[in-house]
């Protein structure tokens, strides 16, 4: 069940990350980007080189990718494997759309879809998957549904996929915008291995606090999504993730998180995440060069 410090989990100095061993000994988490920073039309498999040749250490794929991969002919198992011949891994995949229903219904009516999906995850080598609300829902989402769909498909994913799952929490879905909101549903769901991925934008949107994350112990967080907000940006509770910048270029206290992920030991992937428009249309090595560059500079900053 997803972890809370005051739970006794022994959050503090004595839960912080054991080592600095990513970035050549400069960071205790891996750099991963998330691939959808990347324009559309940059094949799966040249985002992966790209990413690789960036410095960055993971690679977090979209589940679109892996269909339009397979069905240009792409061998899903075969480019797992040049990951790993590239020194990178498949840290965790989005997603499972919809799959926290708001109805066993509406959850059964799509489960051929999840577990294709979750196929596919499995076959490029990842170690999680992501569980999103259903959008269509997203005003009234139900969270003792969305709980109960959670265990059903967490218990699905690791029997029959090996996998694990993380709960995804977005800004513009009412009931399941914050840290608490994510902990709250993952406590519900009676799910041994309930973990939440919180996203420093959808953080700061949604409302959480950073108090929030000082009291979740890091083995409940699955992968650490990372942007910064504009300077000036106004908190929203509608979609507006194209607007999200580098880290270290907006307002977001970016290196408190990240000095919060430390003490309670998060030893994961912090994942770049960036939907803008701007940054697709770049060139990609040069982008991905200053991408890694500012990433990298605010987790140097944050270990001290």
Same mark, same amino acid.
């Given at each position: 069940?997803?972890?809370?410090?005051?739970?006794?989990?022994?959050?503090?100095?004595?839960?912080?990350?054991?080592?600095?061993?990513?970035? @050549?000994?400069?960071?205790?988490?891996?750099?991963?980007?998330?691939?959808?920073?990347?324009?559309?039309?940059?094949?799966?498999?040249?985002?992966?080189?790209?990413?690789?040749?960036? @410095?960055?250490?993971?690679?977090?794929?979209?589940?679109?990718?892996?269909?339009?991969?397979?069905?240009?002919?792409?061998?899903?198992?075969?480019?797992?494997?040049?990951?790993?011949?590239?020194?990178? $891994?498949?840290?965790?995949?989005?997603?499972?759309?919809?799959?926290?229903?708001?109805?066993?219904?509406?959850?059964?009516?799509?489960?051929?879809?999840?577990?294709?999906?979750?196929?596919?995850?499995?076959?490029? @080598?990842?170690?999680?998957?992501?569980?999103?609300?259903? $959008?269509?829902?997203?005003?009234?989402?139900?969270?003792?549904?969305?709980?109960?769909?959670?265990?059903?498909?967490?218990?699905?994913?690791?029997?029959?996929?090996?996998?694990?799952?993380?709960?995804?929490?977005?800004?513009?879905?009412?009931?399941?915008?914050?840290?608490?909101?994510?902990?709250?549903?993952?406590?519900?769901?009676?799910?041994?291995?309930?973990?939440?991925?919180?996203? #420093?934008?959808?953080?700061?949107?949604?409302? #959480?606090?950073?108090?929030?994350?000082?009291?979740?112990?890091?083995?409940?967080?699955?992968?650490?999504? $990372?942007?910064?907000?504009?300077?000036?940006?106004?908190?929203?509770?509608?979609?507006?993730?194209?607007?999200?910048?580098?880290?270290?270029?907006?307002?977001?206290?970016?290196?408190?998180?990240?000095?919060?992920?430390?003490?309670?030991?998060?030893?994961?992937?912090?994942?770049?995440?960036?939907?803008?428009?701007?940054?697709?249309?770049?060139?990609?090595?040069? $982008?991905?060069?200053?991408?890694?560059?500012?990433?990298?500079?605010?987790?140097?900053?944050?270990?001290?």
């Amino acid at each position: 069940m997803v972890g809370i410090g005051t739970v006794g989990t022994g959050v503090g100095r004595d839960a912080k990350a054991k080592t600095i061993g990513w970035q @050549g000994g400069k960071s205790p988490w891996a750099m991963c980007l998330d691939t959808a920073t990347l324009a559309n039309e940059i094949p799966l498999d040249e985002k992966v080189e790209l990413v690789a040749g960036a @410095g960055f250490d993971a690679i977090e794929p979209w589940d679109r990718e892996l269909e339009v991969y397979e069905k240009a002919g792409g061998s899903l198992e075969k480019l797992g494997e040049r990951i790993k011949e590239l020194g990178l $891994f498949v840290p965790s995949v989005i997603g499972l759309w919809g799959v926290l229903a708001n109805s066993e219904e509406e959850f059964e009516k799509r489960i051929d879809e999840h577990r294709n999906r979750l196929r596919m995850v499995k076959a490029i @080598g990842s170690a999680h998957v992501q569980c999103i609300p259903d $959008f269509k829902f997203k005003d009234d989402f139900n969270m003792e549904s969305g709980a109960a769909c959670y265990a059903k498909i967490s218990e699905i994913a690791l029997k029959d996929y090996g996998l694990k799952t993380g709960i995804i929490f977005l800004n513009a879905v009412g009931k399941l915008k914050t840290v608490a909101d994510a902990v709250e549903l993952g406590m519900k769901s009676g799910w041994k291995n309930a973990k939440i991925i919180p996203d #420093s934008y959808h953080n700061y949107h949604g409302g #959480s606090t950073l108090n929030s994350l000082r009291m979740l112990r890091g083995s409940a967080i699955a992968i650490y999504q $990372f942007s910064d907000a504009p300077k000036g940006q106004k908190k929203k509770d509608s979609w507006c993730d194209g607007e999200r910048v580098l880290p270290g270029d907006g307002q977001l206290p970016l290196v408190e998180e990240l000095k919060i992920l430390l003490e309670i030991g998060y030893e994961g992937c912090v994942s770049l995440e960036l939907y803008n428009e701007q940054y697709r249309k770049r060139e990609p090595k040069e $982008f991905l060069k200053e991408a890694h560059a500012k990433t990298l500079r605010l987790i140097k900053e944050a270990v001290g």
